[in-house]
């Protein structure tokens, strides 16, 4: 029996006893599963995503589910990087212990089972110190972080100082609103779209904005000021959101019509 170590909050546990470990989304193509790692000789690399899991929350800390699986059992095991260029194996439990145990560096490695965890196959579950592995990535330390929308974290520790000190050229932080509607208005009616469209990528970065100021440009002559407007409000909490998108689902051009559909797939 090959035997991984999944790690999740706390809160989990009573359910992970009584039920085993429910599959969730994330794996390649949409699939869902199960993330862990072998349980190598190394405490240190076996538990190495402790501190980068840790970042993004937890309710009572991270615990370490140890859990069995046969060893003919079909997994996904490769770098986290490819991730998302399909390149990671599909190899029975058994290989994907092997392969990873003579790495000589496993730090970014995963496996995936895609499938949940029955109850019968977790074998313990423990506390674990919240002090080991990387964060960000392997060998992130000493690097200069990136501020770019796509590797930032909302909210985390010292996350707004950090983009104050390192701002990144498209990716903010962004203007204050008064200065983007601003720009929008000065932009005249319609309304040139290269300053419109730049306008809407700094709302982008926001999760509430002035709503009601925005939905005139629903109705822009320019599809792709539509399209940037669907990704400006797409995760805005602010009410009324549903509604726009609602009305740009029937959009004539094809483009915002994909874009609202896109934001609405289920995760």
Known sequence: MAIFVHLTSAANAPRIRRSGIRA??????????????????SYTLTHQWLRELARFGSRGGLVAVHIRLDDQQDVL?????????????????????????????????????????????????????????????????????????????????????????????LDGPPPPVRVLLADIAAAGTPGDPAVLRKALHWFGMRRRGPLDQLTHLAAHPDPGVREDLVWAVARWSTPGVTALLDGLADDPHADVRDAVEAIREPE
Not at 24 to 41: D, E, K, N, T
Not at 88 to 116: C, H, K, M, S, Y
């Open 24 to 41: 969730a989304s994330g794996g390649q193509g949409g699939a869902r599963g199960v993330y862990c790692f072998p349980v190598l000789p």
């Open 77 to 169: 095991v490769g770098h986290y990087r490819d991730r998302r260029r399909e390149a990671q194996a599909t190899v029975p439990a058994a290989e994907a212990v092997r392969r990873i145990a003579d790495l000589d560096d496993p730090r970014g490695w995963e496996v995936f089972v895609p499938r949940a965890v029955r109850p019968r196959e977790v074998h313990r579950i423990r506390s674990a110190p919240q002090v080991a592995g990387w964060r960000y990535l392997p060998d992130a330390h000493g690097v200069r972080p990136c501020t770019c929308f796509g590797c930032k974290v909302r909210g985390g520790y010292g996350a707004r100082r950090l983009r104050e000190r390192l701002p990144h050229p």
